[in-house]
């Protein structure tokens, strides 16, 4: 059995919970590698090999050593991969195509692999203070980058369409480069010399933060949410 941890719902972040609900060591006990987003959705946290990177809006990354460190949402598994992946280039328009005799489309799954970049863009969120605005609020005002030729590793899920709304559905992509300066949420990306693997889940755990009084009184945005995910997540299918 392997296990996709997540903790938080992209539902709580569409209604202004964006307020942190878990500290990196309890995240880090669940896994060694994944994503997910700081307090106030401040930038984009990547986690490989048990080390946590936040790249923040001004596009500086950092590696998060204090673990006390709050995440609203997040995403994490033990490396444990499946199967090699079957191609050696490959970019966003692309993925799902080769990776079809996989079978994805109904279960999660999660790919890491390094590769040559010869076009990155990225997007980060910006950091929001209280009141928090709702995820959608922060989604139209997102600085991106854009590199060319870049090395680096990129890990990401993939969310099966039912489950849009506590997470997103489709591909939900991270980036970091070799030399850990550049990293975010991957908007497109055109890649070379690909060596990686696929992971299959065959369990979802969703983990909620019971204790918080802003997710336990909060009011669903139903309408919201999935304007929401396509203006911000924007999954590729
Ligand atoms: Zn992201």
Redesign the pocket.
Known sequence: MTSLYQHGTLAMLMGKQLQGTITAAELLKHGDTG?G?LTGLNG?VIILEGQVYQAQSDGRVNHITDLDTLLPFASIHFYKPTQTLPFDQVDFETLSDKLKSAQLQNIFSSIKFHADFSRMHIRIAPQQVPPFPSLLEVATNQPEFEVADISGTLMGYYAPEIFNGPTAAGW?L?FLSDDKSFSG?VLDFSAINVTGTLQVFDEFVQHFPIENAGFRGMSLDLDGLHAGIEAS?GGKK
Request: charged share 30%.
């Open positions: 994503m987003t984009e939900h991270h949420h997540e």
